[in-house]
């Protein structure tokens, strides 16, 4: 994304760049926005030549406001005059916050408009942005933050991070055109471009593409020469009278073996389609499928879930329907449709112009109702979703619609839509079944036309019989692929943006990947976190200047507020993301420089959601370790008290579990993945609420087995409910993006800070409970 | 492990001060408090925003949230702290009920955070290869936005009140459909 907007002559002027200082980042504010002057009484204020204007916010587009920001200021420009500047060095804060539908884009100074140094920071909004924008504006200001903090810690602008933006644009610059979630506008890409993408795509199908076309040109020669041979029978045999029985013989004989030909080879050639395009889409969706797993959860993160299944299921469907559908036919048909126009004008241009004429007319009320055809059949559309989307939503709340006892009401609703769409439908399939005989009955005309010209001239002897046959075949050629021709420009447009939209994936560098020289390490389990800062969004930081240092075998607990950063911290020490600044030493090496295969099979994870593939509990047990023995498995499922309830299911380890398998409960899903983690004997442990959605008894069983898992091993747990953690060597508590206190359970609660609150909250919690289970089983009252 | 829960709670028992703040907290989380002319006072503030006296606290900047923006834009104001926390400070339960400048206040600070421009006209709605390209004039004036051709991209908040949303989020809406164009309503047929 664009973040330097270029600005005219006039606007450099008034922004008046001193010695030394530089355009950083220049992006537009696309909401009126005239911030105030200084005394709050006076309303209005004169911005440059113009008249007064009101202060503050107005209904209007801006399309010249700017906001600048050099190594020095950061300045707003609306046109080609100063609304707003001030020196970096002055700023606490630069922010963009977002509001509802918009964006404002404010700073925190100490000094007034006069100069004068306040007693504490104040904020002033300075300029206002649309959605369109914001995302812009989020990461030039996130750019003047880093220049501020950079002026206050070293009084260096030079030092401080320069801020790019990986995210897209939404609009074309060149073309102004919505960009289907591409990196570039399929559009304005130049053909060479989506040449060279197509001929990557057809790489190692060269081959049969080849063989398709010729026998695309040996069709459309036969189809070509059918009426030819038709001509010279009808005028060389049949009307001069000399024709014998062993012409006819020939002539069908000819006709016949072309036709038979013909057919046979397009039925080969569809049948060749067909699979070229289940193989290029088949060896697409592998490759989409493969980089999307190689690929950081950054890049995945970043995009909906839907999006990217889409890429991998729709847009290498839409590539197999183009070989299948269109190109298949495209150059034969483009071909015949050539020849037959050529061959019809030298037999007669009149004849071809009379029978084009009806052509025109047939377009021109395409034209004229395609409007019509095409909004009725988008609101049928659109009636079928909605119909689709209210059964799904019904039978997904069904339980709530039942225990409000809302059914009759619900089925009205239903029906009602259910109407609604049928009517739609009826008319307009009405619609279609009056208006296409028409379209159809016109076509005809032009060649009835043409029937009663040519008749003419044959009755005069102007034409023979066979032209006028020949003329006729041809039109035929002529019209017939004509409807199909008019989707053809969407149908290649449709196929250019799904290869686009694929090629986005597949030419995507992941971000974590090993280094030249990274190797693979015996994990001790000695970890430290050095001044480690990380944001999934760079202009949103999650964690800031991290440092601690765990020894092997400690047990660390996670600590916080929702939302603080814990399962971020968890993500940077799994490396599913690096972090932005700083770095993470395992066992002494920058985990950058660790093999992530390597890695990823010595930790054992068992995360909030768990999440069980599509298979046995047998398989799910064993997915990290697919060679482990039974008896392995059985070990490990004891130790994660999940043996007891895997016996009681009807068929054991073999039961299926899945989308469409036997339905086991939260805490029994939990159960099977802290198995599957046993299973893997991993130097590295890591507990994200592995045991919340457990009862107090099956939670404390898990936990002994998570005791014995546990030592010797380094691990990270975070946990809400406190009392998971008493385990733990140590606590860390992780509050605004930082560490807030480090230490052990005691210490922590004599310094009576933000744990010490947390545990006393809980306690609180526990005790307006009538009764908690105890953890030896037995029910007692808390005092 | 039982030794450990024992003297946790026996520590908690000692401390009596931290459950009465906690349950202050939740209280006042549920407690219906109102800025009234009487005891709260907005004034506008240097950089464009609007402190709160209320009782006997000062807020440097307050932010304005509306409870029912489509509905009842008016009524029921939430005023909230400025920071991301967000903690609320007190409800308007109606916005006439202030003084006049400071009602104009509010009403500023509701159109800077607020952002749904209304559509007066309908010039064209083109649509391509999946997108549609519209061209409108607005409360904001004229402006070219593009949606996708979904089912969800116009809704109806009533019979006659739609909304729009854009590829980029922004939210455009047409207070009544029927005082459209004949032409206009034409053009929308895309869409409902």
Redesign the interface.
Same mark, same amino acid.
């Given at each position: 994304m664009k973040l330097l907007f270029t600005l005219t002559g006039s606007q450099l002027e008034a922004l008046a760049l001193t010695a030394g200082e530089k355009l950083v980042y220049c992006v537009p504010a696309d909401l009126a926005y005239l911030p105030g002057a200084g005394a709050n009484t006076d309303r209005t204020r004169n911005p440059g030549a113009g008249g007064l204007e009101k202060t503050g916010v107005s209904d209007r587009y801006e399309t010249a406001t700017f906001v600048a920001v050099t190594n020095q200021r950061l300045v707003v420009l609306a046109g080609d005059k100063v609304t707003y500047q001030i020196a970096l060095k002055d700023c606490e804060k630069v922010r963009c916050e977002h509001q509802v539908g918009c964006g404002i884009i404010t700073v925190t100074t100490l000094v007034d408009s006069d100069e004068n140094i306040m007693g504490e920071g104040y904020d002033v909004c300075v300029a206002r942005v649309s959605m369109r924008q914001i995302v812009r504006a989020s990461y030039a200001i996130r750019g003047a933050q880093a220049i501020v903090r950079s002026l206050k810690e070293n009084g260096d602008a030079e030092k401080a991070e320069q801020i790019t933006s990986s995210e897209y644009e939404t609009y074309c610059e060149k073309c102004g055109r919505a960009m289907p979630g591409t990196s570039s506008c399929p559009y304005c890409e130049g053909k060479m471009d989506v040449a060279k993408k197509f001929m990557s795509l057809c790489g190692g199908f060269v081959g049969k593409l080849l063989l398709i076309s010729l026998s695309m040109l040996v069709i459309s020669g036969m189809n070509m020469a059918r009426p030819m041979v038709q001509r010279w029978f009808i005028d060389d045999a049949l009307s001069t009278g000399k024709g014998t029985w062993a012409d006819l013989g020939i002539f069908v004989g000819i006709s016949f073996a072309f036709l038979i030909g013909a057919i046979l080879l397009e039925v080969w050639k569809n049948l060749a389609c067909i699979k070229l395009g289940s193989a290029l889409s088949m060896s697409l969706r592998e490759k989409l499928y493969v980089k999307i797993q190689i690929l950081s959860l950054s890049f995945i993160n970043k995009r909906k879930p839907g999006e990217l299944m889409n890429r991998v299921s729709r847009d290498t469907g839409r590539i197999r329907e183009f070989f299948e559908e269109v190109f298949g036919y495209m150059f034969s048909t483009l071909l015949t449709m050539v020849v037959s126009l050529v061959v019809m004008l030298t037999i007669s241009p009149l004849m071809t112009g009379l029978s084009l004429m009806f052509v025109v007319v047939v377009f021109a009320l395409m034209k004229v109702f395609w409007h019509h055809i095409h909004t009725i059949f988008h609101r049928q559309w659109l009636k079928s979703d909605e119909l689709s989307n209210s059964i799904q939503d019904i039978i997904s709340g069904m339980r709530i619609v039942k225990t409000f006892g809302t059914e009759d009401r619900e089925a009205e609703r239903f029906s009602q839509k259910a109407r609604d769409y049928a009517k739609t439908q009826s008319r307009n399939e009405t619609f279609w079944a009056v208006f296409f005989p028409i379209l159809t009955f016109l076509l005809g005309c032009g060649t009835y036309v043409a029937v009663l010209i040519g008749g003419q001239n044959v009755l005069v002897g102007k034409m023979t019989m066979g032209q006028l046959v020949q003329f006729m075949t041809y039109s035929g050629y002529l019209f017939g692929p004509l409807g199909w021709m008019t989707h053809l420009p969407r149908m290649v447009m449709q196929m250019v943006t799904s290869l686009n939209r694929i090629y986005d994936v597949l030419d995507e560098e992941p971000k974590i990947k090993d280094r030249d020289g990274s190797k693979e390490i015996e994990i001790k389990g000695h970890f430290q976190f050095e001044k480690v800062s990380f944001g999934y969004n760079t202009y949103e930081p999650v964690l800031e200047d991290i440092n601690f240092e765990v020894e092997p075998g400690e047990m660390i607990g996670l600590v916080g507020a929702s939302g603080t950063g814990k399962s971020t911290m968890i993500n940077l020490i799994m490396r599913l993301y690096d972090p932005d600044q700083g770095r993470i030493m395992l066992d002494g090496v920058d985990l950058r420089d660790v093999k992530v295969e390597s890695l990823h099979s010595q930790i054992g994870v068992v995360l909030q959601e768990t999440f069980l593939f599509s298979g046995t509990i047998l398989d799910n047990i064993r997915f990290a370790k697919p060679t482990a023995t039974l008896a392995e498995v059985i070990q490990a499922a004891k130790a994660a008290n999940a043996h007891d309830f895997i016996c009681k299911t009807p068929d054991g380890y073999n039961t299926y579990v899945g989308e469409h398998g036997y339905n086991l409960s939260g805490g029994e899903r939990q159960r099977v993945a802290i198995a599957r983690a046993i299973l893997n004997n991993p130097k590295l442990l890591i507990l994200d609420e592995a045991t919340s959605a457990l009862d107090t008894e099956s939670e404390f069983l898990i936990q002994q087995a998570l005791n014995r898992l546990t030592s010797g091993r380094t691990t990270f747990a975070i946990a809400h409910r406190l009392s998971t953690l008493r385990e733990a060597n140590r606590l860390i508590v992780i509050d605004k993006h930082s560490i807030a206190e480090m230490g052990s359970h005691n210490e922590l609660l004599e310094k009576k800070g933000i744990y010490y609150g947390l545990v006393t909250a809980q306690l609180r919690m526990a005790e307006g409970r009538p009764e908690v289970k105890n953890e030896d089983g037995t029910a007692e009252a808390t005092a | 492990?039982?030794s450990? =829960?024992m003297d946790?709670?026996d520590?908690?028992?000692d =401390?009596e001060f931290?459950?009465e703040e906690?349950k202050k907290e939740s209280e006042e989380l549920l407690e219906m408090r109102f800025l009234t002319k009487e005891n709260a006072t907005f004034a506008?503030?240097?950089?464009?925003?609007v402190s709160l006296k209320f009782g006997d606290k000062e807020y440097?900047?307050i932010g304005v949230y509306l409870t029912f923006?489509l509905t009842n834009p008016e009524e029921f104001i939430s005023i909230r702290e400025?920071d991301e926390k967000a903690k609320e400070i007190g409800m308007i339960e109606n916005l006439n009920n202030l003084p006049k400048d400071q009602q104009e206040m509010i009403r =500023?600070q509701i159109?800077?955070?607020?952002?749904?421009?209304v559509i007066k006209k309908i010039m064209e709605i083109k649509?391509?290869?999946?997108?549609a390209?519209w061209h409108v004039e607005t409360?904001? #004036?004229?402006?070219?936005?593009?949606t996708h051709?979904?089912?969800d991209v116009v809704v109806s908040l009533s019979d006659s009140r739609l909304l729009v949303k =854009?590829?980029? #989020?922004?939210?455009y809406e047409i207070p009544d459909f029927y005082a459209l164009g004949v032409q206009e309503k034409k053009k929308l047929?895309?869409?409902?």
């Open positions: - | 492990m039982m450990e =829960d946790l709670l520590l908690n028992l =401390d931290n459950e906690l506008r503030t240097e950089g464009g925003f440097k900047r923006p400025a =500023d159109r800077l955070r607020y952002f749904m421009p649509e391509e290869y999946g997108y390209y409360s904001f #004036g004229a402006c070219r936005f593009t051709m979904s089912g =854009d590829i980029d #989020g922004n939210r047929d895309l869409f409902i």
